[in-house]
């Protein structure tokens, strides 16, 4: 079987995160990796600094002098863009233009119409442009949509997902408005491609607001609330001063609520399984009582473990080499990447005017 060289533009975090996945199989579940990765081997980098030049050398990678001598290689088959988010649209086009077939870092692009710059020149060319929304694997929200999906919790009306964190916008290229920064790029490209991937049907409209607390320059967090067409309200926040975390995910039923803590998984279900029994005993505040919010009772209610969805990560490379086969369609399609960018701008657009927005 036909086996592939990959290249990497951009060898920082995250382009040294796919040389590790694809290289050395770090991430993997299953074992699956000697069935397809095997046949996709990263064999070059380029990056504008010299430590990481290096660094690449010692992986045991070409060092490219620049951008044109990588895309003239013909031995690379693809080509991974992993730069700061300024550079995505013209990379990936200039890979496209050369032959390659290209796997581009997330967001796609600063905005819709850059993104509809690379769709054009992938077709164009005739070669795949595949999107690395990696966090449709993370098995929180798996888990989540799982939920969902099942009716565990019956008929769901609200979910929360959150992303909180301290430490504010990294001292990089990340807090410059014109290169991409801020957190709805940042952040908001996962959680709010989360909640599209989650829930069928169209977004009636969206409200957002975005946050300034360390800087005045880019948002570092964001509240996002997506009203769908079937009612439910799904809440997107990011939080960049937080220094005590809400949960990753809240979830709200008529039977029953679900909780997942953190990125680990910890959490649980609660769901009523006594409809008739009338167990509510008002308990005593500081200035009264309350029996509508008083505490229910075990002979009500049932805690239960989350049913975690196990995912692998390389099933992304699997799927991107069957789709450059023609055995595949992409499983992160062109399309709905467009519609999550287009929510993103939606964002932006709510929170400027400060009210909401229709969206589909």
Known sequence: MKKYSMAIAGFGGMGNWHRELLNEGYWL??????????????????????????????CGLKAYKNMNELLNDPHIDIVLIATPNELHKDYSIKALKAGKHVVCEKPAALNSRELQHM????????????????????????????IYEKKLLGEIFRIESRVHGSRGIPGDWRGEKKRGGGMVLDWGVHI????????????????????????????????AELTFENGLVFLAEVG???????????????????LIEDFSKRGKIVRIINYNKNDAVPIKTAAGLTKTM????????KEEDLPVVKSDIGDFYRNVLAA????????????SVMRTMKLMEAVFSSAKTGKPVPFE
């Open 119 to 146: 769709i054009d020149a992938s077709v164009a060319a005739g070669k795949i442009l595949a999107i690395h929304q990696n966090r449709r694997w993370d098995e929180d929200y798996l888990t989540v949509k799982k």
């Open 29 to 58: 579940q299953n074992n699956k990796k000697n069935q397809t990765l095997n046949r996709l081997k990263v064999s070059g980098t380029f990056d504008i600094a010299e430590n990481r030049q290096q660094h690449a050398l010692a």
């Open 192 to 223: 709010l491609d989360q909640a599209l991937m989650m829930i069928p049907g169209k977004v009636k409209k969206v409200y957002a607001t975005l946050t300034y607390v360390t800087n005045e320059t880019v948002d570092d967090g964001f509240y």
């Open 240 to 258: 960049t001063s937080n220094f005590i975390n809400l949960p990753r995910w809240y979830a709200t039923g008529r039977d029953g609520t679900a």
């Open 324 to 335: 450059i086969e023609g055995k595949e369609q992409l499983l992160v399609s062109l399309s």
């Open 294 to 301: 008083a505490p229910r009772t075990d002979e009500t209610i």
